[in-house]
């Protein structure tokens, strides 16, 4: 079985401004990592997904995330925020392969706020 | 042209009454899931049907049953309505080999008074 905790359910920021969105995972067998995130009355969006090869991934909206396997993180950052970004970000795992057809697991989520 | 589409996109009912929820998807893909989004934004799989199989079935009521006529589609059927059974619903595609990276649709906000 997978968990993901996501440690902060809330992050403000300015506009500009790096932010980090932190989340660990539990898993005892390899998995896949995702992003998601989810602008208001929408549904998910993919961001950006770790599968194998460079741990660090990185999304066409200037999202990066990496994945550290001895800390079982894969904290998604971004230098310099814009107001768009504000959305509600979901991290996800999914076992790597066998019969568990893509059973996702997803953090509580973290709401990001970008004031001007 | 969308992905994967849901329809209502609002549903209000009362306690008690049955609805349905239906998904498409024209992507193509073999896997579908449904997922059960609580007031505190808590996403929770319900359900996944693999070519029409059901592959995936969490501790959901046995008042909620998928029902997936092609691999296209996968309906979702919820009877005797409770009042906790207010939440959005969002129906997931992935094709069947891997990484299982899901395509979600917009989402059905059920409110049941």
């Known amino acids: 079985a997978q968990s993901v905790t996501q440690l902060d359910s809330q992050v403000p920021v300015f506009e500009e401004a790096p932010v980090e969105l932190r989340c660990n995972y539990s898993s005892s067998v390899s998995v896949y990592l995702f992003w998601y995130v989810q602008y208001p009355n929408q549904g998910l969006q993919l961001l950006l997904k770790?599968?194998?090869?460079?741990?660090l991934v990185e999304s066409i909206n200037g999202f990066e995330a990496e994945f550290n396997k001895s800390q079982t993180s894969f904290h998604l950052r971004k230098p310099s925020v814009h107001i768009s970004d504000t959305a509600e970000y979901f991290c996800a795992v999914s076992p790597a392969g066998g019969t568990s057809y893509g059973k996702l697991t997803f953090g509580q989520g973290t709401i990001l706020t970008v004031h001007p | 042209d969308t992905a994967v589409s849901q329809t209502p996109k609002y549903l209000v009912t009362q306690m008690g009454n049955d609805k349905s929820i239906k998904c498409e998807q024209n992507l193509g893909h073999d896997t579908m899931y449904w997922y059960k989004q609580d007031s505190k934004k808590f996403l929770k799989i319900m359900f996944s049907?693999?070519?029409?199989?059901?592959?995936i079935n969490e501790t959901v009521p046995n008042r909620f049953s998928p029902k997936s006529p092609d691999k296209a589609h996968l309906n979702l059927h919820i009877n005797s309505l409770e009042l906790g059974d207010s939440a959005v619903y969002f129906c997931a595609s992935s094709q069947d080999d891997g990484p299982y990276e899901q395509y979600f649709g917009p989402g059905t906000r059920l409110t049941v008074t």
């Open positions: 049907y693999n070519n029409k199989e059901l592959i």
């Open positions: 770790y599968l194998s090869g460079s741990t």
